[in-house]
Each structure stands twice: as C-alpha cells, then as structure tokens.
Nanobody, 124 residues
Framework: QLQLVESGGGLVQPGGSLRLSCAASGFSLEHYAIGWFRQAPGKEREGVSCINSSGLRTNYLDSVKGRFTISRDNAKNTVYLQMNNLKPEDTAIYYC?????????????????WGQGTQVTVSS
C-alpha cells in the first residue's frame, strides 16, 4: 500500500513562511504526479498545487499563486510546498496525494493514497 507522510506544519504569524514536505514510505515517488490539498474547518477540501513527475509542470490555486511554490527532489523521494506571505485564510490541514494519471488538475477525486495531513495555523 502506497503511503505518504506530510510534515512541516505549525503556527506562524501572518506574513510568515512554512515549508511542507510530503515523503513516500516504502515506494518511489519519482514516477507520480503529486498534489497538495487543504481543508479548513467547516469547508470542503480544495486543491492547492500539483507537480508532475519530472517537476517541469506545475499548477496552482489562484489564491496562492505568487506565494506558494511546489517542488520535488526525487533523490530524496520528497515533494515540497514552500508557503510564503501566509494569510489567516491559509489556515487548514494540508494533505498530499498521488495523481496516478497525471491529470494535473486540482480535483481531489483524481487523487489517492492520501497522507494523514499536517496542520497549518496562521494567526497573530
């Protein structure tokens, strides 16, 4: 069973930065497109960003463009989400998942092998 593990969340002030990591357990990520999603309390899960297997193609939710950057290091078997200029509305649990068909769409129905999530809280 493919398993992803997210880390790097925490409490940060508005305007601050965090880098989230998505690591694979027991398999190689290098052949998969990976997406980051988030779910805030009382809201539906939404797609934040995705990256193809080579790292050459990315996609972003409009509200995070220019602030978030997705990247991957296949040698370290990890995908990252660098989040800068964080806002209170970015507060959510952040998840990573696999897009087996590399659709590069931020539609959670196209993803599987979800991690357990990491909490990001942006507050002063």
């Amino acid at each position: 069973q493919l398993q992803l593990v997210e880390s790097g969340g925490g409490l940060v002030q508005p305007g601050g930065s965090l880098r989230l990591s998505c690591a694979a357990s027991g398999f190689s990520l290098e052949h998969y497109a990976i997406g980051w999603f988030r779910q805030a309390p009382g809201k539906e899960r939404e797609g934040v960003s995705c990256i193809n297997s080579s790292g050459l193609r990315t996609n972003y939710l409009d509200s995070v463009k220019g602030r978030f950057t997705i990247s991957r290091d296949n040698a370290k078997n990890t995908v990252y989400l660098q989040m800068n200029n964080l806002k209170p509305e970015d507060t959510a649990i952040y998840y990573c998942a696999i897009d087996r068909r590399a659709t590069m769409r931020l539609d959670d129905a196209r993803y599987d092998s979800w991690g357990q999530g990491t909490q990001v809280t942006v507050s002063s």
